[in-house]
Structure formats: structure tokens, C-alpha cells
């Protein structure tokens, strides 16, 4: 099946120190690749995506992503933690259905805390 | 910049009762999609429409059906609410699929 992973539960952090938040993929052919947030009480929002080119993406508030395939990988990073990117974090690929229709498909969710 | 407006923030409805969830978005987008989100399980796709008048099944439509009589609005129905019913929803939009989905703040629904 058509899939995205998220490992872990929760990552925790000191402010300050980089971040790493882990996402495995598995899909036929060419990965399309997606990191959304999600703060309390809000919807998705949209940081970065991997479509082809670079394999390091930069996205929104200072993350970025970093695509290898032959680890079937897309890591969501950030160099230094803010206690503001506490949040809900999502991985999504693009995955073609049986009537020819794309959709996104989610990992669970990463909870991120960043301590002060 | 875009915006998925959904109707309610909070719903409180009763068992069998005919429900009716509502999304707009204001950016003339193509696609739009419902989800659920529920914890552990992450985000699961229920219905997705990509024109007026035209609907496709996601991976969990039973006891959902869907109506988008115009392109900026798009409706979740659910038949006869069950308590298993009791989630967030959350409507996207997008232009196509190359492109992010934009999310509503969502509809926090529970079934009584």
C-alpha cells in the first residue's frame, strides 16, 4: 500500500537545538512530498513540498526537508528550535488512485515540544 | 492569500439526526476534499470534489455524502449521525494537485 510514516509519537527539544522530525515514504515511481503544521485548535498549514529538482527544500518559518531516496526518507529540520514550532506535524505524499484521481495521503502525525 | 472558511467551529448533535457541514473557499480552486481527523489515526480522506456537481469517493465515505452545487462551496453530509461520527473535520482546497492544499480551522463535531 501507498504510505507515509512518522515514527515517532512526540519529539522533545531544547530551544535552541536543531530539530528533526522523520518521515519514510513508500510509493510507485516518483514521490510528491508534503510537510504541513497544524497549531492548537487550527487547520494544516502548508511548510514545504518535494516534487523533483534539489533534494534539500526550504519551506516556510525556517524549516526545511531533505528528500533520500534510497532511504525512502523525507526528514522535516530546523537548525534551531523555537518554543512557537511546538505544533502538530504531518507528512502527506501523492499517491494516484484506482480511478486515475490523486489524493493525499497522511502520515499520523508528529507532536514537537520545545522546551525553553 | 487563501481562505477555507468553515461554517462552525464546534457542532453538538444527537444520534440519527441528519447533519450538515459547510466550507467556502474564496481562491476560484478546482479541487476540494473532506477530511477527518482523528488522534493516532492521523487525517483520512472522506470525499473530494474536482468541479461542480462532480464528487469522488475517499477512503472513508459510508454514512458521509457530499454536495457542491457551486465551486466555491462545498458540503459534507452526514446521513443518520452515529456517535462514531465524533471527530474533527477538516475541508481543503487546491488548484490542482501539484499544488498544497489550503485547510479550514475545522469543525469539531460530536455526536450525543
Known amino acids: 500500500a501507498q504510505s507515509v510514516a512518522q515514527p515517532e509519537d512526540q519529539v522533545n527539544v531544547a530551544e535552541g537545538n536543531p530539530l528533526t522530525v522523520k518521515c519514510t515514504y513508500s510509493?510507485?515511481?516518483?514521490?510528491?512530498l508534503f510537510w504541513y503544521v497544524q497549531y492548537p485548535n487550527r487547520g494544516l498549514q502548508f511548510l514545504l513540498k518535494?516534487?523533483?529538482?534539489?533534494?534539500l527544500v526550504k519551506g516556510s518559518y525556517g524549516f526545511e526537508a531533505e528528500f533520500n531516496k534510497s532511504q525512502t526518507s523525507f526528514h522535516l529540520k530546523k537548525p534551531s528550535a523555537l518554543v512557537s514550532d511546538s505544533a502538530l506535524y504531518f507528512c502527506?505524499?501523492?499517491?494516484?488512485?484506482?480511478?486515475?484521481?490523486?489524493?493525499?495521503?497522511f502520515g499520523t502525525g508528529t507532536r514537537l515540544l520545545v522546551s525553553p | 492569500d487563501v481562505k477555507v472558511t468553515q461554517s462552525s467551529r464546534y457542532l453538538v448533535k444527537r444520534t440519527g439526526e441528519k447533519v450538515f457541514l459547510e466550507c467556502v473557499q474564496d481562491?476560484?480552486?478546482?479541487?476540494m476534499f473532506w477530511y477527518r481527523q482523528d488522534p493516532g489515526l492521523g487525517l483520512r480522506l472522506i470525499y473530494f470534489?474536482?468541479?461542480?456537481?462532480?464528487?469522488e469517493k475517499g477512503d472513508i465515505p459510508e454514512g458521509y455524502s457530499v454536495s457542491r452545487e457551486k465551486k466555491e462551496r462545498f458540503s459534507l453530509i452526514l446521513e443518520s449521525a452515529s456517535t462514531n461520527q465524533t471527530s474533527m473535520y477538516l475541508c481543503a482546497s487546491n488548484m490542482d494537485s501539484n499544488q498544497p492544499q489550503h485547510f479550514g480551522d475545522g469543525t469539531r463535531l460530536s455526536i450525543l
Open positions: 502527506a505524499v501523492r499517491v494516484l488512485m484506482n480511478t486515475g484521481f490523486q489524493k493525499l495521503v
Open positions: 510509493v510507485s515511481g516518483n514521490p510528491y
Open positions: 481562491m476560484d480552486h478546482e479541487n
Open positions: 518535494y516534487i523533483t529538482g534539489d533534494n
Open positions: 470534489s474536482y468541479d461542480v456537481k462532480m464528487k
